[in-house]
């Protein structure tokens, strides 16, 4: 007889144990281990493969924030606390004049500005208070305290070699360029040695017993007044010790101070004509490199483009020099603040 249909089902193999090549039954001890092993390595995998994930963000991050602009993330330099940045804030302390909201605005604009500029480079700032103070009974002093100021400074700061001075109505308009690459790196090709190159004083040229070959130790420029003090570099030395000591000598001070209508300027100007060991160490550089002024500055010489920031050709830094006599301090320094951020928004994201 034949078997039944249940019957011969019944002992039909399972599709499971037809395809089962490991030689056990689909419940063998070996078959329910294997079925167990088979994902052990697989959260390992998965370990690795999201750790090289993140390795791969961080390392992008971190090219990012070494060599671009991007906002949003901290950006590192292997910046240099060789240099010292001086700022001076609180100018008149609201002696002369009340010092209101626009003022302020103006102070904290240019303290931001510095500090910004300070911590993307690995500078030291130092923000100093100028106020006015009465030495005299005719006369306040001010702008005189610059001397006392670095010489403070550099005590501060006892490793640092090279100080740069800021007045406060000034603004660093491409804060992604550093000291070394725009001056230092190349110091005696960026400067000249002798006023021949713009000499608004008729300084004379040669005078005797001048040494040229010694180390620059003072970096200033000139503008249609002079020497301009509200952006030059000074450097740590010997020669600048003597320097800030006969620059504010009390005997040679109260000789000459009510005849010097720009007191610590010309104090200076008179220093280089006549002596030849000051001449040796001073460095001229062209006033649009660390100083350029805006319209309505320099009148006497308002068609020469030497003086004057130039948009096309990014200068570094703007000095609002005078803003305070007849023009706007506060609208100056928000039309450039505004002009650098927009100067600085027009490049690609990443760069």
């Known amino acids: 007889m034949f078997k039944s249909e249940k019957g011969w089902k019944s002992r039909r193999p399972s599709s499971t144990s037809f395809w089962n090549f490991s030689g056990s039954s689909p419940m063998s001890p070996a078959s329910s281990h294997n079925r167990v092993a088979a994902p052990a390595y697989r959260p390992l995998l998965n370990f690795l493969l999201r750790r090289k994930i993140l390795i791969v963000i961080f390392i992008f991050i971190l090219l990012l924030s070494l060599f671009t602009a991007v906002p949003f993330l901290p950006h590192f330099s292997?910046?240099?606390?060789?240099?010292?940045?001086?700022?001076?804030?609180?100018?008149?302390?609201?002696?002369?004049?009340?010092?209101?909201?626009?003022?302020?605005?103006?102070?904290?604009?240019?303290?931001?500005?510095?500090?910004?500029?300070?911590?993307?480079?690995?500078?030291?700032?130092a923000i100093k208070d100028v106020s006015a103070k009465k030495r005299y009974a005719h006369e306040w002093r001010e702008s005189w305290e610059k001397v006392d100021i670095i010489k403070e400074t550099m005590r501060q700061f006892p490793n640092a070699?090279?100080?740069?001075?800021?007045?406060?109505?000034?603004?660093?308009?491409?804060?992604?360029?550093?000291?070394?690459?725009?001056?230092?790196?190349?110091?005696y090709n960026e400067t000249y040695r002798d006023a021949s190159y713009f000499n608004p004083l008729s300084i004379p040229i040669?005078?005797?017993?001048?040494?040229?070959?010694?180390?620059?130790?003072?970096?200033i420029s000139q503008d249609c007044g002079g020497f301009n003090l509200g952006s030059f570099f000074i450097r740590?030395?010997?020669?600048?010790?003597?320097?800030?000591?006969?620059?504010?000598?009390?005997?040679?001070?109260?000789?000459?101070?009510?005849?010097?209508?720009?007191?610590?300027?010309?104090?200076?100007?008179?220093?280089?004509?006549?002596?030849?060991?000051?001449?040796?160490?001073v460095g001229f550089i062209p006033l649009r490199k660390m100083n350029s002024f805006p319209p309505g500055a320099c009148s006497d010489m308002a068609d020469d483009?030497?003086?004057?920031?130039?948009?096309?050709?990014?200068?570094?830094?703007?000095?609002?020099?005078?803003?305070?006599?007849?023009?706007?301090?506060?609208?100056?320094m928000e039309h450039y603040k505004a002009l650098s951020k927009k100067l600085h928004q027009k490049k690609f994201w990443f760069f």
């Open 78 to 125: 292997f910046g240099s606390a060789n240099y010292v940045i001086i700022l001076a804030a609180n100018e008149g302390g609201g002696v002369m004049q009340w010092k209101g909201a626009r003022e302020w605005s103006v102070e904290r604009s240019s303290i931001a500005n510095k500090k910004q500029y300070a911590e993307r480079h690995g500078y030291n700032l």
């Open 161 to 187: 070699e090279w100080f740069w001075w800021l007045d406060l109505h000034t603004y660093i308009m491409e804060p992604q360029i550093s000291l070394d690459s725009h001056i230092f790196r190349n110091l």
């Open 206 to 219: 040669e005078i005797p017993y001048v040494d040229y070959n010694q180390p620059i130790d003072l970096v």
């Open 236 to 281: 740590r030395s010997e020669w600048t010790e003597k320097l800030l000591d006969i620059w504010w000598d009390p005997v040679f001070y109260e000789q000459k101070h009510m005849d010097w209508e720009h007191k610590e300027q010309d104090a200076l100007e008179t220093l280089y004509r006549n002596q030849a060991w000051i001449r040796g160490r």
């Open 305 to 332: 483009s030497r003086l004057f920031y130039n948009e096309k050709e990014r200068d570094f830094v703007v000095n609002m020099a005078g803003c305070e006599w007849g023009r706007d301090c506060w609208g100056e």
